[in-house]
């Protein structure tokens, strides 16, 4: 019986070293936990048996996944992401019917389809969220596979230009007119010809479909200040790409109406308006100032729709002695922009950032716990399926509910101490020098009860 004994403490040892071998040799492996086996004597027992005997060796009762914190190791990508604290990353093996996976590897990259990847092609999971990154859905059935766009996907169609700017106050009449009158002296104006205005300024506008076009405004003097009227006004003419806008709202004008700016004596602005063409002579209608003023809407050879514009001065907006200034030109369209970057935050909410600046909220990870994480199955590759011993997962975000908190540009390192496993491997190795030679204790013994035989 001795021999079977001892066999079985072989067998353990075996078993032991074999665990902790297994431990020293993923010491570099991502997200890998450590396991300790774990042991169990032998009795043969009946309910009249005496409790004074022998046990009958011992046995491998399991071998036991510690799911102890790894250190985090710096990274440069964004992609790489560690867990601190409590759960796992949800991966799915196929795009529609795959099955579902659980990892501490947050080493993920982009495939060929712009999906995010574990290193064995697993697709991440996400929980799905509106735009301004609240989760939406619940649940392991919301989960969706995360995947980076391209593009933005979103254009705007310019609807508002602000602007301020400096003109000078010692500008001359362009030379091609005399003193202003629309009605019984009007002028041709021409923006091709240098000399029928004083000044330009342009910017960039959009479409729906988020096309380009140009947006220039012409600024020509129309009256300088005398001792009667002491005010100046100057004439803007707007134009989007080859096509001018008129300042009274109205499409049908034509020509179409410029925006008159007027400036007092000490170079503020305080009027805006347009002279009526419809009237005889032609007045002049005032527009609050400072503030927005409509034009009307042009759609431009090579625009998708029609452009509905409002054109703000503000108050910053003078007439000086320096020279001619753009102080600022902005509007509100943009086309839409490629992926420039990715990141994702503490809770998991993964953000693309694009050209054109705009961002959009493409998920959060889904973390996934466990009631009785080392009852998971290991799978290899530092990943684990859920099985009847470890409970169905709890899903959620990152840094709520007990999950813990992702951190980007990290990887979590294998929580195992390399110092204690070398002291593991030699206590096992010692055990199975102290079985081998009980076993041949044993067989020495039996070879005299042979001898006295003969």
Do not use: H
Not at 305 to 322: E, F, I, K
Not at 429 to 435: G, L, T, W
């Amino acid at each position: 019986m001795s021999f079977y004994t001892s066999l079985s403490g072989l067998k353990a040892a075996q078993s032991d070293l074999a665990v902790t071998s297994n431990n020293i040799a993923n010491v570099g492996t991502v997200g890998f936990k450590k396991s300790s086996s774990q042991f169990g004597d032998i009795i043969s027992a009946s309910p009249l048996q005496s409790s004074a005997i022998a046990g009958q060796g011992t046995r491998l009762k399991g071998i036991d996944q510690q799911f102890t914190q790894g250190g985090f190791q710096s990274s440069e990508r964004s992609l790489d992401l560690a867990l601190s604290g409590q759960g796992f990353f949800v991966t799915k093996t196929g795009l529609t019917n795959g099955s579902i996976t659980y990892t501490r590897n947050g080493s993920f990259s982009v495939d060929a389809n712009r999906y995010v990847v574990d290193n064995s092609g697993a697709y991440v999971q996400v929980l799905p969220t509106d735009a301004s990154g609240t989760v939406t859905a619940t649940g392991i059935a919301s989960a969706r596979n995360l995947q980076l766009p391209l593009t933005s996907g979103l254009s705007r169609a310019t609807s508002s230009i602000d602007l301020s700017l400096n003109l000078p106050n010692t500008a001359d009449i362009p030379s091609t007119r005399s003193v202003y009158d629309p009605t019984t002296n009007p002028y041709s104006f021409d923006r091709f010809d240098l000399n029928s205005f004083n000044q330009q300024a342009a910017t960039t506008v959009y479409d729906i479909q988020g096309n380009a076009m140009p947006a220039t405004i012409y600024y020509t003097r129309l009256t300088t200040p005398t001792n009667a009227t002491p005010t100046s006004t100057w004439e803007a003419r707007l134009f989007v790409g080859d096509s001018q806008v008129s300042a009274d709202g109205n499409a049908a004008t034509v020509p179409p109406t410029p925006l008159i700016l007027t400036f007092d004596a000490n170079g503020n602005l305080t009027g805006q308006g347009y002279n009526d063409a419809s009237t005889s002579p032609a007045t002049y209608t005032p527009i609050t100032t400072p503030g927005p003023i409509s034009y009307a809407q042009v759609q431009p050879a090579g625009a998708a729709a029609a452009l509905g514009l409002t054109v703000d001065y503000g108050a910053n907006t003078r007439q000086t002695s320096s020279p001619f200034t753009v102080k600022t030109f902005n509007q509100d369209g943009y086309a839409a922009g490629q992926l420039d970057n990715v990141t994702v935050d503490s809770t998991g909410l993964v953000t693309a950032s694009f050209s054109n600046g705009t961002s959009q909220a493409l998920g959060k990870i889904m973390i996934a716990n466990f009631t009785n994480p080392e009852g998971l199955r290991q799978l290899g590759d530092a990943k684990w399926a859920a099985t009847g011993a470890s409970g169905d997962p709890q899903v959620g975000a990152a840094g709520s509910n007990g999950f813990g908190s992702v951190a980007s540009g990290s990887l979590e390192q294998a929580n195992v101490d390399i110092t204690e496993e070398l002291v593991a491997l030699i206590q096992a190795q010692r055990n199975f020098q102290a079985n081998a030679k009980a076993i041949d204790t044993a067989n020495q013994m039996t070879q005299t009860v042979v001898n006295l035989r003969n």
